[in-house]
């Protein structure tokens, strides 16, 4: 059977269109990160969801994949709706809100940041190839605003530096925003400046000394705007033309339109060709809310704390549910279509997996007996997975994948014996389904599983080797002050399963066993 055409959503032309990367069967995508201010909640991971399954379909395909996802850090603001956000930075203002659990700023961004990795760890998705920091690029924020600036893009008032709408003819054609008046519409207003030329104009820098976190900038100390920081983060690394562009559908207006101008601006053509974003979650029926007891991250439902008693208590009482749970009952609703999460929802996913776990078991049983017979399963398993396949290749379509699957753990199921030849086929089929969906087995733990299995010694010194280079190298960070680029290494770390302690006397390190 030939590969099918993989498809997706695109906002930009509103048509659902083959996806036909710029070097041949090699995706690169840039997907905006989660602002580490609190734990991500399950709407957040929705659409970190759908980065993960792109990334999983198009290597399903035979494609090499190149993503860059971010950490935002500082320059979110809590009225970041607007088109000129105002309001205090979301990281300074969680700061003034937990008092004194963190020394400073940068405590409260890695330990959000740290939670954010373990949370994502637990779901099983992918790690991206770069996971760069806001606060380690703002001097390529800053040459980034400087271009613009003289280019004609941009112009600085005594408050800062704001992109000129004006300049950019295409303003508005990704969300449709295109008038100023549009922007009364909004329930708030927008920030006043009487430098301000356009009400559509947005911040590129903002100045303001007394900002937690700021740096020294031709107009003075302050901060940059948080759009900036996703247009340079995502060329910094993909360069000025890369294929797509993921986040949530609130994205679409201020940020993502805001990036088109400022890419299009500094590159002199686009930079995306394609544009796919997650439509809003709801929780039994309404908008997730801290007031309507609905509010769950992530961590609420798969490890429940004494006092977290918004959660069921099913879920508490039980310790939580199997974050593969999780992840599939998020994947009931396809990306692009407005979801209902509901606790049923989540308790008949709890039941799928474990259908899907025991039918591993049963296999890997089967695998040790080796008993003799044809194999019967092969044929039908095959065709299975090609149907899973040409569901996530036809827009993401996850409830149809998750169906098909579902048919092929019934088919394990069925079989009255399963020979060796047949569990061979079997193991090959989970093997690849997981690779797709990643609902049956989470990686993460399956790399413990395999390190926990090594003789002494066995194929663990090129790993070893690789923590020490990288631990040298953070402290070569440190030592020459370079604190961003050493928070960065170590969030590399992180993401790999490894646990840096800094002793008094050297640093350490350990594999994580546990969430």
Known sequence: MSAPTFRLHNTLTHETEPVEPIEEEHLRFYSCGPTVYMYAHIGNFRSFLTTDLIRRTAEALGWDVTNVSNITDVGHLTQDDLVDPGGADKMQQALEREGERFANIYDLARHYTEAFLEDWRALNLREPEVRPRATEHVTDQLHAVVELVEKGHAYTTDRGVYFSVESFEDYGHLSGNTEAQQLEATDRDVVEDPG???PRDFALWKH??????????????GYPGWHIECSVMGMRYLGDRFDLHTGGEDLIFPHHECEIAQNQAL?????????????FLQVEGEKMSKSAGNFYTVRDLIQPGPDDT???????ERGGVDPLALRYALMQGQYRKPFNFTLDTLETAARHVRRFQEVAERVDQALDADADGPDTLGDRLGDIYDRTLAAMC?????????AAALEGAKTIEQADRLSGAAAESAHAWLARTNDLLGIIESEFEAD????????PGLDTAPLSSSIDELLQDREAARADGEYARADAIRDTLEALG????????????????EL
């Open 498 to 513: 490894i646990e840096v302690m800094d002793r008094p006397d050297g640093t350490e390190w350990r594999r994580k066993v």
């Open 448 to 455: 413990e599983r395999a390190g926990d299995a090594m003789e």
């Open 310 to 316: 918004h959660v069921p208590a099913s879920i508490r």
């Open 196 to 198: 301000k030329r356009d």
């Open 267 to 279: 590159a002199g053509h686009p930079v995306v060709n394609y544009w796919v974003h997650t439509r």
């Open 394 to 402: 036809n827009d993401l379509n996850t409830p149809a994948a998750t």
């Open 208 to 221: 303001d000394p007394e900002h937690l976190m700021h740096w020294h900038s031709p107009w003075g100390w």
